[in-house]
């Protein structure tokens, strides 16, 4: 059941381009943000970002981060699934920026473009970042979609390769 739980997460991290980032505002408030992400062997995400944006500006002050991805496609009742990860999240330093970029988009979908190193540093507009994962969840639906009495549950998964 694990291996299967395993790949099933590989599966949806591998297959959607969005990540729901979650961040906390300034007020304890949450904060989610759709970003498109990449990871190297589902132990980083990353993705690029303004620094002045809101979810960025609140890493500085809260690295915690949590997030979910899934494929909004899927209609209600169908099968519809996601994977929960939790993490500590960072502006990647000029000085990690090539072996980062070397990683970070090796695995882009649809219309996503690779960055270089000085495209993200100095008078730049965007930079780079990193969530360095904890935990990864597989969302499991209820039992049985006609009876709601049936929870939806959170199982810890590990797709790492």
Request: aromatic letters at 8%; charged letters at 25%.
């Amino acid at each position: 059941m694990a291996a299967d739980l395993d790949r099933h997460v590989r599966g949806i991290v591998d297959g959607v381009a969005y990540l729901v980032l979650a961040t906390s505002d300034p007020d304890g408030r949450p904060r989610t943000s759709p970003v498109y992400f990449s990871h190297d062997g589902y132990r980083d995400l990353y993705w690029v970002s303004a620094p002045d944006a809101q979810h960025s500006r609140n890493l500085i002050r809260d690295p915690r981060v949590a997030g979910v991805i899934f494929d909004s496609s899927v209609l209600p009742g169908y099968g519809a699934s996601a994977a929960y990860v939790t993490g500590m999240a960072r502006q990647v330093p000029d000085f990690e920026l090539e072996k980062r970029c070397a990683v970070a988009f090796h695995r882009l979908v649809g219309t996503a473009r690779a960055f270089k190193p000085e495209q993200l540093r100095g008078e730049a507009s965007l930079r780079l970042y990193v969530m360095d994962v904890e935990l990864w969840e597989a969302h499991l639906p209820g039992v049985d979609p006609d009876d709601e009495s049936v929870p939806e549950t959170r199982v810890e998964a590990a797709p790492e390769v």
